[in-house]
């Protein structure tokens, strides 16, 4: 797709949503369709190489969270040459739409799927539940799934009470409950913080042997974003893609958290909890020697004077 290359360059941000919205067909349609799906759903598709990504995203996380408002599998169109079929929901709708469904359905009856040698769905949040329910259209795919959801079924998660409005929505039709969407995938992987009780449960729910889980312990509930920021989501995706997303493989490319003011931010929390001061100000220290650090610079100085090391210093002056 070399002759495409300035097309998928084309930044989308700041337009209004109308015009976002139609530009986005227009690109999709210049290399591959543009399909509504309903009032809240549509597809778009982009065709390259024999590798297809299916991600599940929301228009309000494209536009905030590329800087060209762009779908995030046109980086991968643009970086490796992969095919890319996005979902796109206007908010969170857990993809539950009798529109959804038949879209899969066909895709499925017209062999869609099929012509390509590797499948790999992605989402996070209601979108990595999307993800994983509806993995189950391409026996043999891979998923990676960022703090997904199983159900939001009352009578299977009534504990989760983050998404009270849902609960009427039926979760026990087509596609209905992920985990069990996964038994025909090849593999899944499930991204989660344990410290975060609720993403936690619902991870549990996704034990099977096909499925491995990535403690993401002290990143917190917006996974999605900070791996963005690190730059490493699109690497995961691909050694994902390649079969190569082992617990040592992954451990290496999560070790760019260690500059990750979140992630670092989240440590300093669990080690001041925990009365550990010494070990507080030797974070602390360490961060600051890597660049500005206005956060943990104040914390150091509050340390410090809570220790009494300031009084000391000045004395010996």
Request: neutral net charge; hydrophobic residues 40%; proline residues 4%.
């Amino acid at each position: 797709m070399q002759d495409a290359d300035n097309t998928f360059d084309t930044p989308l941000a700041n337009l209004p949503k109308g015009e976002w919205l139609k530009k986005l067909a227009q690109i999709s349609e210049e290399h591959g369709f543009f399909q509504p799906l309903g009032k809240r759903h549509f597809a778009t598709f982009v065709e390259d190489e024999p590798t297809l990504l299916v991600t599940f995203e929301t228009i309000q996380g494209i536009r905030s969270l590329s800087e060209t408002a762009q779908p995030l599998g046109w980086e991968m169109v643009k970086g490796v040459g992969w095919s890319h079929l996005c979902i796109v929901s206007d908010g969170d709708t857990w993809f539950r739409d009798s529109r959804v469904y038949g879209y899969f359905d066909r895709l499925i009856d017209d062999g869609f799927f099929d012509a390509y040698e590797n499948v790999i769905f992605y989402g996070a949040g209601p979108c990595a539940y999307a993800a994983a329910a509806f993995s189950v259209a391409a026996p043999g795919a891979t998923v990676v799934a960022i703090q997904p959801q199983a159900t939001l079924d009352p009578r299977v998660t009534e504990w989760d009470d983050r998404f009270t409005k849902m609960r009427r929505t039926d979760f026990n039709n087509r596609y209905g409950y992920a985990p069990d969407m996964l038994d025909a995938a090849d593999h899944a992987y499930v991204l989660y913080d344990p410290a975060a009780t609720l993403d936690a449960m619902h991870a549990a729910l996704f034990t099977r042997p096909n499925v491995t889980k990535f403690r993401l312990r002290n990143m917190g509930t917006s996974i999605q974003t900070e791996l963005l920021e690190m730059q490493v989501l699109l690497r995961i995706l691909a050694k994902a893609s390649a079969g190569k997303l082992t617990t040592t493989g992954f451990a290496k490319i999560f070790r760019a958290r260690r500059d990750n003011r979140n992630y670092l931010r989240n440590v300093l929390a669990q080690v001041d909890v925990r009365g550990r001061t010494k070990l507080a100000t030797m974070l602390c220290e360490a961060v600051i020697k890597r660049g500005k650090a206005p956060y943990f610079a104040r914390r150091l100085l509050q340390l410090k004077s809570e220790s009494g090391e300031d009084d000391v210093q000045q004395s010996n002056q």
